[in-house]
């Protein structure tokens, strides 16, 4: 694994240093192609993994997806999941609020009776 980093490194610094990368520092986002993803994609793939960096692939200059680390990956899904579960709160809020909804309700104990549930 320390190759794979030195290799992204390395290739970072000497893209750097020809001028056709912007200095991409841990976590920084770059731009590439589709085609120059097609190309290289395990070093692409290790870049993210490894050097902690955010691909957004292009294709005629279209922003197609994006690339990031697993760990960021898990930061959104518990960003949405705990906006989702605020939502359903809130959902359950307004309902047995409404007076309304309560008038359309039906008791658990009668749906257990109609289907035969203990």
Known sequence: MLRVVH?????RRMQRESGKQKDVKSGGEHHVTATEVRKDFSDFINRVAYGKERLIVKRREKKLAAVIPMEEYRLLEQAMEAKLDRLDREEIERLTNDPNYAEDSVPLSEVKEEFGIE
Do not use: D, I, L
């Open 7 to 11: 290799r992204v490194r390395e290739r």
